[in-house]
């Protein structure tokens, strides 16, 4: 007798005396469920951590700098540099692009940020073009981490109520932002106050950063109106007073030179220094001061004060009001700092209800749906009604999982209908299906494992469920071959059903485990990619799960049906 049917016959006795005997049967069956309710555990545990993608060491990320909506540019550009001056003692840093008053041309990340609609002396974004990530050893987005708080702690005091916001290239879909809550009402005015409080909400959440209202704040701006009598009787006329403000505080063209080397004319640009731009205080007085200083002569040659022919108003600036679906609507977008987006969304909903329920009636969205999370808030002395809307990667992740989860049933479903066809027996498609499912064990105990050695989160991820569902052909077909086996040597050679179980497990116990070997292989190649890593994870734990279901639960469970 060779070795390999030694180890054969061996198998096969293990398994004749594991099925014919009660407390055996009993054992293995509770120590399958036990793993099972155990790797269900570790989701409400967290020790799995659910995520849509994992974070992706790119070459490039970029900082979205926010100050004060009617900040000037001198002020940005304060904010702007002391970040350059952190960023360039990186020596992971090849070069930065500095945009000033303006979004950066459009990038993957910055395609639904709203890059392209910022223009505002209070805006500001840097490309920071990092070196090849294959040749260095920290990635970007454990960069960005470490980077964050130093910028936010050094840079936005100089500005107070500056925002500064770490943008890397998402691994999956674009979105605003990890996590958004659209707050919708009638009153912008409200709406605004009302979504303040849940930025401040989520500022105390643990995991979230980057929160931002995105709305304008409401600030006082100078208007200066000419006073079109005094400028007739003057002498004056609108355009000089016009040309003379823009001179003065902004600069403009008043001639042109021509180039041989280009070819082109050039345009000779005044503009007065940035100290006679300045004034030294934010009121009326100092303004009318700075302006008394500007003079215009008239046809006649007299010289006529520019305070003598305009006048100074002090206003509120105006908002912009945005609007979703027709209605009244402002965003606040929070990025996750390498977590899951939903255990924050979670804990921060939980705060919200607890916090809004003094003022407002609030109420959950009823039903299972994309919109589940979402609250309806309505104010106990106005009767006014707010809805709280969850957007973001968030709820991306969330509408993947239920899809895959979705895809899930329905595959278990078809399989099951498929077997009841060929079987014709309840009971032998119930087993092979069980067999199937639990080889989710395998996958998230795989995750857990790989978290531990691993030095960031290793998240269960969509592509983790995917590998789950490719799994259940795998274990169906490892039932089915030992199904068909037995019943062959039951019905053809008349042999004892126990006996003819364990022959059969034994039997296709070889070609079994070299199938599992070879995905195990090929899935190994995929473990290490930031992406595809969950995949890879879900096929190797997932199809040592499914071996050991094969050759020791299912035979267990083919011995108490009475359908062989």
Partial sequence: MSHSQHVTGKFEQFIYNTITHKSRKLYVILVV??????SIMMFPTKLVKAKMLPGKSTNTFSIYIDTPTGSSISQTKQVTQCIENIMQKEKEVTNIETYLAQGSPLDYAGLVKGSGMKQGEQYSEMVINLTDKHEREEPSYLMVQRLRPVLQSKCSPLVSGTNIKMIEMPAGPPTLASIVVEVYGKDNTKVVGLAK????????????????????????????????????????????INKIIYLAFEGMAVATKNTIELNDQVSIFVVLKDKSQTIDKNNISYLRNKLSELSLMNKKGLMIPLTEVVDIKEVNSQPTI?????????????????????????????????????KYEVTKVPGITTYMFDLNLKDKATGEQYLLRWDGEMKVTLDTFRDLGGAFIAALILIFLLLVVYYKSFALSGIILGGSFLSII????????????????????????IGFIALMGISSRNSLLLIDFAKDLIINKGIEKNRAIAIASATRAKPIMLTAIAIILGSALLASDPVFGGLGIALISGTVAAVVISLLFIPVLMSNTKAL
């Avoid at 929070?334 to 969304?345: G, H, I, N």
């Fill in 197 to 240: 409080e849940v930025a401040s909400i989520l500022s105390k959440t643990k995991g979230l950063v980057d929160v931002d209202v995105m709305s304008d704040e409401i600030y006082k701006k100078y208007e200066l109106i000419p006073l079109k009598d005094k400028i007739s009787r003057s002498g004056l006329t609108v355009d000089q």
């Fill in 322 to 358: 945005f609007h979703k679906d027709l209605k009244t609507m402002v965003n606040v977008t929070a990025e996750t700092d390498m977590v899951s987006q939903v255990y924050p969304l979670l804990e921060a909903r939980e705060t919200m209800l607890k916090y809004f329920s003094k």
């Fill in 442 to 465: 395998g996958v998230i105990f795989g995750h857990w494992v790989t978290d531990l050695i691993t030095t960031q989160t290793f998240f269960l991820t969509a592509t983790s469920l």
């Fill in 33 to 38: 469920l036990g793993l099972l309710a155990g």
